[in-house]
């Protein structure tokens, strides 16, 4: 069964396998699934607070440097005279390229990053603790706030701690600054940086050469222009029988007092869809007189209408039956693709930690599951 909320954000619900088998234990598989409506003609687009925390440590001497610079240059002429922008280096010590400013005038702002001269070591906390503070500090009414922290190593001074980085990146988002994480070349700390990225509701990109650095750069804010939803959450409560085992996607979650599961989704774009995908667990072997098998809240800030909290709730019904139904198609593809995608992850950090039998038996399995699967959908699947 399909459940749809027609209130701006469209959300779908279904189960994988459509029907509950009465007197068993079993597995089943939820999908949500989070449609907006395509961006419309805003009298005035939602002013954009950017913070960029830039990486000059020796590493990133050369054609690293030049490129970002470049990058960093073509992003001020991108944005508008609505919007405000911040820049810090650092490296041993921390730059303060630009503090915050209305690019109403552009070109001294660009004469500033092109001073940008690499140093020593890398104090990742201290560039971007001094960017963050700078964006949540913009007295800028309905402004979407957002870090980019680009460095191509790992943290030598200050704090060096991955748990510290989360927290940090925790506090933030909930005072509505976002951090998106850059990792370039081949000695950073992926693992730190997705961590970062994941729990402060921006994204996590790699970049290889120094010719790619402007198109994340252009990647990331394009999508921020065409924001509709931040700070998206989803609130699921369980029938007294159910409870969640995983979920599949990397969204940061927490269990609640209530019993209740809280998951972060981060921020939706125009004309786009999220979809996150559950693993739960159903007693059916004692009596289910529960109507609902789980209750959906979802609340989010409207970009479209000036930062209101939406909010709407639905319900995924129990239906039982004697015997095991067919599994939705959809769900199905919807798992493979999430699962698939998490364990790429857990194995690359098993790879780093030297562990590659563990890693290889993981990828193994995962690929015989898709290959079990391909004909549903071999367009998605296949690559």
């Known amino acids: 069964m399909i459940l749809r909320i027609v209130c701006r954000m469209e959300i779908e619900a279904k189960l994988e396998k459509p029907t509950v088998v009465t ?51 073509s992003l001020v002429n991108w944005l508008t005279r609505h919007d405000y922008l911040t820049v810090i280096a650092y490296s041993a010590d921390v730059q303060v390229v630009q503090p915050l400013i209305q690019l109403k005038e552009k070109s001294a702002v660009i004469d500033k990053i092109r001073s940008i001269q690499v140093a020593t ?39 060096k701690d991955p748990v510290q980085f989360i927290q940090i990146a925790t506090d933030h988002i909930s005072r509505g600054v ?32 120094p010719e790619q650095t402007s198109e994340i750069f252009f990647r990331e804010f394009g999508d921020i222009g065409a924001l509709y939803a931040q700070a998206v959450e989803l609130k699921l409560k369980f029938a007294p029988n159910v409870k969640m085992l995983e979920i599949y996607n990397d969204y ?8 209740s599961i809280s998951i972060q989704s981060g921020d939706v774009r125009a004309d786009d869809t999220r979809n996150i995908v559950m ?10 007189d529960a109507s609902d098998l789980v209750s959906i809240d979802v609340s989010f ?6 930062m209101r909290l939406d909010k709407a ?22 798992r493979l693709v999430t699962s698939s995608a998490k364990t790429v992850i857990k194995a690359g950090r098993l790879i780093k930690e030297n562990d590659i039998g563990m890693a290889r038996t993981l990828l193994q399995a995962a690929i015989e599951r898709v290959e079990d699967n391909i004909k549903l959908s071999s367009d998605v699947l296949s690559p």
Not at 47 to 62: E, F, N, Q, R, T
Not at 252 to 258: C, E, K, L
Not at 279 to 288: G, H, Q, R, V, Y
Not at 301 to 306: H, I, T
Request: hydrophobic residues 35%.
């Open 23 to 73: 007197g068993t234990r079993q597995i089943n598989n939820l999908l949500i699934k989070m449609k907006t409506p395509p961006a419309v003609h805003l009298p005035q687009r939602q002013p954009l607070v950017i913070g960029l925390a830039i990486d000059k440590s020796w590493s990133m001497k050369g054609d690293k440097m030049e490129a970002t610079i470049e990058a960093a240059c």
């Open 301 to 306: 800030y409207n970009l479209f209408e000036k």
């Open 121 to 159: 070591s890398t104090n990742l906390s201290g560039g971007w603790l001094q960017t963050l503070r700078a964006v949540e500090s913009a007295g800028i009414p309905n402004a979407y706030k957002r870090v980019i922290l680009l460095t191509d190593g790992q943290a030598t001074l200050g704090i």
């Open 279 to 288: 693993s739960l667990e159903i007693d059916a072997e004692k009596p289910m």
């Open 313 to 334: 709730s639905r319900m995924v019904p129990l239906v039982k039956s004697a015997t095991e139904t067919e599994s939705d198609k959809e769900v199905v593809v919807e």
């Open 252 to 259: 940061p979650f927490q269990s609640n007092d209530d019993g």
């Open 178 to 209: 976002s951090t998106t994480t850059i990792g370039f070349g081949e000695d950073f700390n992926e693992t730190s940086l997705r961590d970062i990225a994941v729990n402060g509701g921006g994204n996590f990109y790699y970049v290889s050469s």
